[in-house]
């Protein structure tokens, strides 16, 4: 059973920052599709960060420039370093997890993350990030 756990959330003020990680246990796909979302009150989840299997990393435009998504070489800790925040940051954090989609291009046959809140199969319990100005 794949368990997501999130940890580090907690208040800085505008412009600091912080470094929110979470633990991945029971994974056992050859392959990964790792990311971060938020959801602030009131709004939809949003994805904030992707890093997939090739070690592609994908960024949000609202955070690029400002936050790192890594995982560790064991693949059990995924982190989100976020750096000149701001009150708009302000949302849970979820870590999210889920295998690469098969497809078909006509020629040949690949695997591709899907970078969508509707496909992910693991949900984390969330963290709370808080900006103050």
């Known amino acids: 059973q794949v368990q997501l756990q999130e940890s580090g959330g907690g208040s800085v003020q505008s412009g600091g920052s912080l470094t929110i990680t979470c633990t991945v246990s029971g994974y056992t796909y050859k392959n990964h599709c790792m990311s971060w979302f938020r959801q602030a009150p009131g709004k939809e989840r949003e994805g904030v960060a992707y890093i997939d299997y090739d070690d592609t990393t994908t960024y949000a435009a609202s955070v690029k420039g400002r936050f790192t998504i890594s995982l560790d070489d064991t693949k059990t800790t995924l982190s989100l370093q976020m750096s000149s925040l701001r009150p708009d940051d302000t949302a849970i954090y979820y870590c999210?997890?889920?295998?690469?989609?098969?497809?078909?291009?006509?020629?040949?046959?690949?695997?591709?993350?899907?970078?969508?809140?509707?496909?992910?199969?693991?949900w984390g319990q969330g963290t709370q990030v808080t900006v103050s100005s």
């Open positions: 999210a997890a889920d295998p690469p989609r098969q497809h078909f291009d006509g020629t040949r046959d690949y695997i591709a993350c899907q970078h969508s809140r509707r496909h992910v199969d693991f």
